[in-house]
């Protein structure tokens, strides 16, 4: 997975106390009663496919109704930049690969419980498919397929309730994507969770999600300017201690390369776009101040163009 955030998340649900911990902020209280989240179990089973690697990652976890009943509860974790008001139909593809593994392992049937975890700024209300053909006859409607999906938003949990979830990683990961428009603020409550922690290994736990929320703040020199300036506190020492460990690193980048990379991105988009209105090699370079070898590179990076 190439995004951020897949990985972080993912990286934390591959634990069962982290996944437990999560579903029970994410479920539905009138879902999480019937569940034995204490009993949920990891599956090596993934119902992507090849086709929708890019769109979807997920985890799966099996796990007991309070009936002793098996289910698959299967967290799918949906990443976008931007609003899809199609997504319910590519779940419904995942859904269905899903049933069509149990059927091709001989498996007997479980239920495969849908979750969309989303945490862009933009305001998102999730469509499901029915949804897209309210103007059909109803003589039609039953040939519609239909299905729930639970639809979580990070920005529909209050600071409050996040500041008071036992799993200081989740708790720091939400407030990033939160709030990650809004440095100041985001220190300030990652700050009180810090200091409330009364552990070493809480602390070193805690210290693991710093290098997410510099990852996140890369390329915004704000963040450390702010941290610079109010170092005495004890968060901000945290950061930057392990601000410098990750330069070293290499698992962020400096000031001075973040914003080089920051504007190498936005001249990518101008040549992308350019090349798509059929501009020549040397007017793309001329626009850019780059060379036609640095604008061809970039498009065969893309594969736009062969080398």
């Known amino acids: 997975m190439k995004n951020l ?38 599956t090596q ?20 109704l309070t009936t002793g009943d098996d289910v698959y509860c299967c967290i799918l974790i949906e990443h976008k930049s931007y609003k899809d008001p199609l997504a319910a139909f590519q779940i419904g593809s995942y859904l269905f690969e899903g049933y069509r593994q149990q059927i091709k392992n001989r498996q007997p049937f479980r239920v495969i419980i849908p979750l969309i ?83 070493v290994e809480e602390r070193n736990s805690f ?26 506190k004890p968060i901000n020492k945290v950061i930057m201690t392990i601000y410098e460990q990750a330069i070293t690193e290499g698992l962020i980048k400096g000031k001075t390369e973040g914003r080089m990379e920051g504007r190498m991105e936005g001249k990518t988009e101008v040549i992308l776009a350019l090349f798509e209105d059929q501009i020549p090699l040397s007017l793309i370079a001329r626009y850019t101040k780059l060379t036609e070898m640095e604008v061809k590179n970039i498009l065969i990076e893309k594969q736009k163009i062969k080398e």
Not at 15 to 32: G, T
Not at 184 to 192: F, N, S, T, V
Not at 221 to 229: N, R, T, V, Y
């Open 207 to 232: 210290e693991k999600n710093i290098v997410y929320v510099l990852m996140t703040f890369s390329k915004n020199d704000h963040f450390i300017e702010i941290i610079q300036k109010e170092h005495y």
């Open 45 to 64: 089973n993934s119902f992507v496919t090849d086709r929708v690697k890019e769109l979807f990652s997920d985890v799966v976890y099996q796990c007991k």
């Open 5 to 42: 955030h897949d990985k972080f998340v993912k990286d934390r649900l591959l634990e069962k106390q982290n996944a437990i911990d999560f579903l029970q902020v994410a479920l539905p209280k009138e879902m999480s009663d019937i569940l034995s989240l204490d009993q949920l179990m990891p």
């Open 117 to 199: 975890f989303y945490h862009h700024e933009d305001t998102w209300v999730y469509k499901p498919v029915e949804s897209f053909f309210v103007s059909l006859p109803e003589v039609l409607h039953p040939y519609i397929p239909k299905f729930d999906t639970i639809f979580f938003d990070v920005n529909n949990l209050s600071d409050q309730t996040i500041m008071e979830m036992r799993n200081a990683a989740w708790a720091t990961m939400f407030l990033t994507q939160k709030h990650h428009t809004r440095p100041e603020e985001l220190l300030e409550r990652i700050g009180k969770i810090y200091e409330s922690l009364q552990t």
